[in-house]
């Protein structure tokens, strides 16, 4: 099956502790994003990619960190700088230049601070 | 003020109502509407996906766009249960633009 997977489904941060949250897609997207999703302010982009080796900050990249060394995986690092972390993290994949009509997410991690 | 306005809910219908969801918004610019539905601990989906002023039909969803009000509807026929989620409404000002999301709606269906 063709898809997005994202791990783990729940996540737990102690106080100054990075995090890595996993993203993988074999749809064989050339884009790949991840936003963060908090109660009653829906979806803000933290980072993007449209291509390998390279990616951009979104509207809230501060606290986090990504890397895409392969097309498949666009792994999120949310760091100790990030002081409230507690959200519902999405990655997404695209068709590179038409992203809005054929962006798919993936299930989510659920990241809670301890 | 928030770029995309809507009402969180919950909004709850029996089964078989119509659902009618709304979102404003305040940047003219934006030609691009879209409507994602989001089930509890799952990602979004895309549901329709319109540009400019009009209407778009897709089964029993339809998706009207009033730029000249700045606001956007999506309307549910015959509802079922298996509609309860919460809808989100996205928008932007080109096709390739980043996304701008209403904080969604949640919506109960009742048997």
């Known amino acids: 099956d063709g898809g997005i997977t994202q791990s783990p489904k729940y996540l737990f941060r102690k106080e100054g502790q990075n995090v890595t949250l996993s993203c993988e897609q074999n749809?064989?997207?050339?884009?790949m994003y991840w936003y963060r999703q908090d109660p009653g302010q829906g979806l803000r982009l933290i980072y993007y990619?449209?291509?390998?080796?390279?990616?951009q900050k979104g509207d809230i990249a501060e606290g986090y960190s990504v890397s895409r060394e392969k097309k498949e995986s666009f792994p999120l690092t949310v760091t100790s700088a990030q002081k409230n972390p507690t959200a519902f993290y999405l990655c997404?994949?695209?068709?590179?230049?038409?992203?809005?009509?054929?962006?798919?997410f993936g299930p989510g991690t659920r990241l809670l601070v301890l | 003020q928030k770029e995309v306005e809507q009402d969180p809910g919950p909004l709850s219908v029996p089964e078989g109502a119509i659902v009618s969801l709304n979102c404003t918004y305040s940047?003219?610019?934006?030609?691009?509407f879209m409507w994602y539905r989001q089930y509890s601990r799952k990602g979004p989906e895309l549901l329709m996906y319109?540009?400019?002023?009009g209407n778009k039909e897709d089964g029993r969803f339809t998706a009207q766009v009033d730029k000249s009000s700045k606001y956007i509807s999506l309307f549910i026929r015959d509802s079922q249960p298996s509609d309860s989620a919460t809808y989100l409404c996205?928008?932007?000002?080109?096709?390739?633009?980043?996304?701008?999301f209403g904080a969604g709606t949640q919506v109960v269906v009742t048997p």
């Open positions: 996205a928008m932007s000002a080109n096709s390739w633009g980043k996304l701008q």
């Open positions: 940047n003219s610019a934006f030609q691009y």
């Open positions: 319109t540009y400019s002023s």
């Open positions: 990619s449209q291509i390998v080796n390279d990616f």
């Open positions: 997404a994949s695209s068709i590179g230049d038409y992203y809005q009509e054929t962006q798919y």
């Open positions: 749809l064989n997207h050339d884009a």
